[in-house]
Nanobody
């Protein structure tokens, strides 16, 4: 069983920045593709960004150029740096551990003035 603990969500004004963190348990983190998804009220969960074990990344078109996913294998942690935030980025953000599809509990991000 893998535990994923997210942090870093909150309320931010449009144009602001936040950094989400997700710490994972287990000893094989460095070999696992990690990702971030989000779900806004009334919408389906959607992919935000993925990062492979070798550091390759993939982003949703809506966040490309504004968000950056990264990982620190020594800390078993994946990050999502979110810049130039927009109201439409408001959602619950979930950390994703691709091996056997584990999910974090979610962290709320609200972008509002």
């Amino acid at each position: 069983q893998v535990q994923l603990v997210e942090s870093g969500g909150g309320l931010v004004q449009p144009g602001g920045s936040l950094r989400l963190s997700c710490a994972a348990s287990g000893s094989i983190f460095s070999r696992v593709t990690m990702g971030w998804y989000r779900q806004a009220p009334g919408k389906q969960r959607e992919l935000v960004a993925l990062i492979t074990s070798s550091g390759g990344t993939n982003y949703a078109d809506s966040v490309n150029g504004r968000f950056t996913i990264s990982r620190d294998n020594a800390k078993n942690t994946v990050y999502l740096q979110m810049n130039s935030l927009k109201p439409e980025d408001t959602a619950v953000y979930y950390c994703y551990y691709a091996l056997r599809n584990y999910w974090g509990q979610g962290t709320q991000v609200t972008v509002s003035s």
